[in-house]
């Protein structure tokens, strides 16, 4: 059985920065694209970045120069550094995984999500 385990997430000023990580465990082949998304309250779950298995990357407009999203693909880890939060990045941020385990098809994880919080 297949896990993502989000860490990092925490209570941080406007201006700062958090390092998120999200470990991926159990009976794996291979993990192809990653990605962190994050939803705020009342609203809908939003992409913020994708990484592909060679380190190609895609962010939204709204995050681009301020976060950084890297893998180690050695340790089956997908990171998310943020740097100049504002109070607008304040949501729930889940990592999401195409993983291929012994199944001939790979299929798509989530994690259980990380608080992070940005005060003003």
């Known amino acids: 059985q297949v896990q993502l385990v989000e860490s990092g997430g925490g209570l941080v000023q406007a201006g700062g920065s958090l390092r998120l990580s999200c470990a991926a465990s159990?009976?794996?082949?291979?993990?192809?694209?990653m990605a962190w998304y994050r939803q705020a309250p009342g609203k809908q779950r939003d992409l913020v970045a994708t990484i592909t298995t060679t380190g190609g990357t895609n962010y939204v407009d709204s995050v681009k120069g301020r976060f950084t999203i890297s893998r180690d693909n050695a340790k089956n880890t997908v990171y998310l550094q943020m740097n100049s939060l504002r109070p607008d990045d304040t949501a729930v941020y889940y990592c999401?995984?195409?993983?291929?385990?012994?199944?001939?098809?790979?299929?798509?994880?989530w994690g259980q999500g990380t608080q992070v919080t940005v005060s003003s």
């Open positions: 159990g009976t794996i082949s291979s993990i192809s694209a």
């Open positions: 999401n995984a195409d993983i291929r385990t012994t199944l001939p098809r790979a299929k798509n994880y």
